[in-house]
């Protein structure tokens, strides 16, 4: 079974502050990603990477970054937390091609007061 | 850009009852790949099913859909609900020239009652 881990599973952070939600793979995928799912809306990419050192942006990138420093972990980062930020995080992974399932970590429950 | 629609964003149906939740999209590109994910209350994502061939139909735990190129549909269905089948529904695209994104539908939530 694909194991993405994802940590911390809840988080609550101050507007302003610094954030940074970590995922790690076991699958050897070299395809990572990071949603957010927020109600009425559903799972909106923010950032992906097609392996070690390389990052693109999704959809909805502002206000995030993200990092690869292997093939195993893949962080998103919120420089400057803002409330509209508090969502559930899910890291994913998948093989290449478009074709390939892709493998949900837990998720992240982000609150920013 | 590539999107994908999902209408309904409540269903709501009786136990027995068929099941049909829409899916379309829209992509540049000649050969996408469509998914169908179920969410489980506090669980993640997972597939339910998968496809990429015009018209054939695809099956998978009761449930089937089938590509449609012509009307790019993805429509899922399923002839009799079950209770176990109350969940989070996303219809999925992937498609691209060399840089593979998949972009969810917003969802449909799906409610069988007794």
């Known amino acids: 079974e694909a194991a993405v881990t994802q940590s911390p599973r809840n988080k609550v952070a101050v507007t302003g502050g610094k954030v940074t939600l970590s995922c790690n793979q076991t699958?050897?995928?070299?395809?990572m990603y990071w949603y957010r799912q927020d109600t009425g809306h559903g799972l909106r990419l923010i950032h992906y990477s097609y392996g070690a050192g390389s990052t693109e942006k999704g959809d909805i990138p502002d206000g995030y970054k993200a990092s690869r420093p292997s093939q195993e972990n893949f962080s998103l980062i919120l420089e400057l937390a803002t409330p509209s930020q508090t969502s559930v995080y899910f890291c994913?992974?998948?093989?290449?091609?478009?074709?390939?399932?892709?493998?949900f970590g837990k998720g992240t429950r982000l609150t920013v007061v | 850009g590539d999107s994908v629609t999902q209408t309904e964003g409540l269903v709501t149906l009786t136990e027995g009852l068929p099941v049909m939740l829409n899916c379309t999209y829209q992509?540049?590109?000649?050969?996408?790949?469509l998914f169908w994910y179920v969410q489980h209350l506090n669980e993640s994502p997972r597939l339910l099913l998968k496809s990429f061939t015009d018209n054939k139909r695809t099956e998978h735990q009761g449930f089937h859909a089938t590509l449609h190129k012509s009307s790019s549909s993805f429509h899922l269905q399923k002839s009799s609900a079950q209770l176990s089948d109350s969940a989070l529904y996303y219809c999925?695209?992937?498609?691209?020239?060399?840089?593979?994104?998949?972009?969810f539908g917003s969802g449909t939530q799906l409610t069988v009652m007794p």
């Open positions: 999925a695209l992937s498609a691209s020239s060399g840089s593979w994104q998949l972009i």
């Open positions: 992509t540049i590109y000649s050969n996408p790949f």
């Open positions: 699958n050897n995928h070299n395809n």
């Open positions: 994913a992974s998948g093989g290449q091609g478009g074709n390939t399932e892709v493998f």
